[in-house]
């Protein structure tokens, strides 16, 4: 599934073609592509032959998130409005759809550890992170730049995981930020 959730750059730079009238350059084209590979690679631990896509629903879901959240981005990247008050409404009208969810379907109960969690996600993984990301877009002549450095995360979190928790960094994942890296490289060249 982080294959299928990683290609949601691919068509954000597709979108950005079509709906902001942005020409892709070949190099951001090949650059994309090959950060692509070294997810695969680190998705696969090296072993590309083993990539197998087991449930064709669970891959269909995995590309119409992909799909999903790239138009998300782009039709976003194309509104005029301050970044906060469209962030605001979106949050809002989720808000409001877990709401009515809840009172007809769930149960609401709290759990300070639950309200903790919520707060973390909302404030750091949701909040400030689509704010720097939306500003990032604003400039859509980088939009090929900034979904290509998207591919660094599974990198730094496999850092991250090695110096905080001290997992050992294999081979594959050395290959991996290698093609990420050059595939950044050839797209900002």
């Known amino acids: 599934m982080l294959i ?39 998705a696969t631990k090296g072993d590309i032959s083993s990539l197998d896509f087991d449930s064709i629903s669970k891959s269909l879901i ?20 301050k970044i906060e008050m469209k962030l605001f409404f979106n949050f809002l009208f989720g808000f409001a759809y877990i709401s009515i969810f809840i009172l007809f379907f769930g149960k609401l109960t709290f759990n300070i550890l639950g309200i903790l969690g919520s707060l973390y996600i909302a404030l750091f993984e949701m909040s400030i992170t689509f704010i720097i990301y939306a500003k990032a877009l604003s400039y859509k002549e980088d939009i090929p730049k900034i979904a290509n450095l998207m591919y660094f995360i599974p990198i730094i979190s496999l850092i991250l995981l090695s110096v905080l928790v001290g997992e050992r960094i294999e081979f594959y994942v050395v290959i991996s930020a290698i093609l990420i890296i050059f595939g950044i490289f050839i797209s900002s060249r």
């Open 4 to 42: 299928l959730n990683n290609t949601w750059q691919i068509f954000l730079l597709i979108f950005s073609a079509i709906f902001i009238l942005r020409r892709i350059k070949l190099n951001e084209i090949l650059g994309i592509a090959l950060s692509f590979i070294g997810v695969v690679v680190l």
């Open 62 to 81: 995995g590309i119409s998130c992909a799909i999903l959240w790239s138009l998300y981005w782009t039709i976003s990247a194309k509104d005029e409005r």
